[in-house]
């Protein structure tokens, strides 16, 4: 069969090979038929090169055509999203219904809408005039941008359609989009569906790249190249500080999510109230495709109460009597059971699970464990490890001095959650640990699990580190997160018939600003 081709500079083609590879059905273990390449420096060179010219050509291109490609594209995958969805299921093992058709994908082309109209919109641009000294100032494109897509969301952060992907669009500049190796045909029919959209919208052939898989060496020297105006990256905190270390050496800009254990937290209050409920919600929580979410609760905190081992002893039952559903890859069912490990050794105890299941596919018994905060305040480093899959550990805290002592040696998070009384009964405990939790987190959560992600332009989908390398921005939340993909430009004494569009319509739509000290601010 022949190897499927890499889209350069608005062509298919075959690529430059340093060797070839399989996606794997996880459900099965088998290698599925289609064979992608690992592409030598020369299809990264080119591509960065078409994209170099394309970042040109879009800088004076008008945001309603930016905007028509967003809509096209959403519209695209949804014509041909039978066989996208066919494909995503074979290679990463996720449902169809809800999780791909129901769920994911009308959430990626939703993504994709809401970016078309920030486009069109302009308001992520900030455009500020100081007319008394003739000094005016917006953001621009920042030039190509890399998108390194997860394995755990197929259509939502894939490199190609993804939050990334649309942000970096939004802000008007191309993207060479770096596949997954476990999605690559998924993938591969998406771009087929944007590179469609780039030709109905009349945008430059290289807007939309698709390079399948380079060695890590090539990785490095791709977000290092001076023609690339910043990366996206999601995925393990390994991959994402090295690519990290390279970017900033050659001072490029890299936006990373990388690990994050999401703890919650329940107050007594809350477990007297509803005990059985607040199992019921976690295990949902943290079996949701079998815990391979960023947003998974790796650790939970449980004050020794009376409902605490009812609690406990619930959470296990379901655990035990769920079947556990396939983990991504043989990779990844490794990694975790390496971690289950980790976490014994440093202490914890094993209530359930802890071993490979056997059979067809890639599949990890549900797994619970619990320490004491004493055995976890001896060795916080090694109990706090990110677990990327269906387990996760309970500790249970005798009082708020353990609770408060466990916070402070927490690492950065995405999210945190606290579970409280709805009669008031922990108020005031809620007050200490939430701005506790606060300091340690991007999303901080009250009577509710971390692991839906809003698209929503109130959503932050970001933290401290570890779990993003910049606590500043989002990787979810139009318009928020165009800005990353973005350089603040500024313009003094510029002849009027030299500026940007949007630098110039103070005369010609006075509504769309606003003075703030005398200066004029749009939107």
Not at 21 to 48: I, K
Not at 217 to 232: F, Q, T
Not at 361 to 379: E, I, K, S, V
Request: charged fraction near 20%.
């Amino acid at each position: 069969m022949d190897v499927a081709q890499v889209l350069i500079d608005g062509k298919w083609r075959a690529a430059d090979a340093e060797g070839t590879f399989h996606a794997e059905n996880p459900a099965t273990g088998q290698a599925l038929p289609l064979e992608f390449p690992t592409s030598r420096w020369s299809d990264a060179d080119s591509a960065l090169a078409a994209a170099t010219k394309a970042a040109a050509e879009l800088r004076n291109v008008e945001p309603a055509k930016i905007a028509a490609f967003l809509e096209a594209y959403a519209a695209n995958i949804e014509a041909a999203a039978p066989a996208i969805i066919a494909a995503a299921a074979e290679e990463t093992a996720l449902p169809v219904t809800p999780r791909l058709k129901d769920v994911e994908l009308p959430r990626t082309t939703n993504q994709l809408r809401q970016a078309a109209a920030a486009a069109s919109e302009e308001s992520w641009r900030h455009a500020t005039l100081d007319l008394e000294k003739n000094i005016r100032s917006c953001f621009a494109p920042v030039g190509p941008v890399v998108v390194f897509g997860p394995n755990n969301f197929p259509f939502a952060f894939n490199g190609v359609s993804g939050g990334d992907f649309a942000a970096a669009i939004a802000a008007g500049n191309p993207v060479i989009a770096k596949a997954h190796p476990l999605h690559p045909n998924t993938t591969r029919l998406l771009a087929e569906q944007a590179l469609k959209a780039v030709e109905q919208a009349g945008l430059p052939p290289a807007t939309v790249q698709l390079i399948y898989n380079v060695s890590n060496e090539n990785g490095l020297k791709l977000v290092s190249d001076p023609r690339v105006g910043a990366i996206g990256f999601t995925g393990s905190r390994n991959a994402g500080l090295s690519l990290r270390r390279a970017a900033e050496e050659a001072g490029k800009s890299i936006f990373l999510e990388m690990s994050s254990i999401n703890p919650v937290i329940f107050l007594p209050g809350a477990l007297a109230e509803r005990s059985e409920q607040l199992a019921t919600e976690l295990v949902d929580s943290c079996l949701a495709g079998a815990g391979q979410f960023c947003t998974s609760p790796n650790l939970f905190l449980a004050f020794e109460t009376p409902q605490t081992e009812p609690f406990l002893a619930q959470i296990a039952k379901s655990f035990t009597e769920r079947p556990s559903q396939p983990l991504l890859s043989a990779a990844g069912r490794k990694q975790l059971h390496q971690g289950v490990t980790a976490l014994a050794a440093a202490g914890a105890d094993l209530v359930t699970g802890g071993e490979m299941v056997p059979g067809d596919g890639y599949r990890y018994a549900n797994t619970l464990l619990r320490t004491t905060a004493a055995a976890f305040l001896a060795a916080p480093h090694d109990l706090q490890r990110e677990i990327f899959g269906n387990a996760t550990l309970a500790v249970v805290v005798k009082n708020q001095e353990e609770l408060e002592s466990i916070l402070r040696l927490l690492e950065g998070n995405l999210t945190g959650s606290v579970y409280s009384a709805k009669s008031g009964a922990d108020d005031a405990l809620y007050d200490a640990t939430g701005a506790l939790l606060r300091e340690k987190v991007g999303r901080l959560l009250n009577d509710k699990m971390p692991t839906g992600v809003a698209v929503s332009p109130a959503m932050n989908h970001g933290g401290p580190f570890p779990s993003t390398a910049n606590p500043r921005v989002t990787s979810v939340g139009i318009p928020t997160s165009i800005v990353r993909f973005a350089k603040l430009e500024c313009y003094d004494a510029v002849r009027p018939e030299r500026l940007p569009a949007i630098l110039k319509d103070t005369i010609t739509n006075p509504a769309t600003w606003r003075s703030i000290n005398g200066t004029l601010v749009k939107g």
